[in-house]
């Protein structure tokens, strides 16, 4: 599967943006797997920002996130949304959709997940 982030962009304190990430193939069956985004600043390790799982029934963010952001998914469009608001810089990174490795099963481990986007950007300045 191959996953298209978009959506980032510069954006000043406080500010919101909206990411999205689409799945592009026809053997997938996108609404079996929890996705997740992820993100990684200059010169950190890759982090995880919220995952949520194949029905949609369930999300999980990372403390750092938690109230600021929401994870989405429209399983018909095969596409995972972030919703990001009352950015800060701290938010500034590459983000990344993943698709978790195994069905049905979720977790918020990196190495859990697969089929990593490209990435998108996102700056908040101050």
């Known amino acids: 599967v191959q996953l298209q982030a978009s959506g980032g962009g510069l954006v000043q304190v406080g500010g919101s943006l909206r990411l999205s990430c689409a799945a592009s193939?026809?053997?997938?069956?996108?609404?079996?797997?929890?996705m997740g985004w992820f993100r990684q600043a200059p010169g950190k390790e890759r982090e995880f920002v919220a995952v949520i799982v194949w029905s949609g029934s369930s999300t999980y963010y990372a403390d750092s996130v938690k109230g600021r952001f929401t994870i989405s998914r429209d399983n018909a469009k095969n596409t995972v949304y972030l919703q990001m608001n009352s950015l800060k810089p701290e938010d500034t990174a590459v983000y990344y959709c993943a698709v978790h490795r195994r069905r049905m099963v979720v977790t918020i481990t990196n190495s859990d997940f697969g089929s990593w986007g490209q990435g998108t950007q996102v700056t908040v300045s101050s």
């Open positions: 193939t026809r053997t997938f069956s996108f609404s079996r797997y929890s």
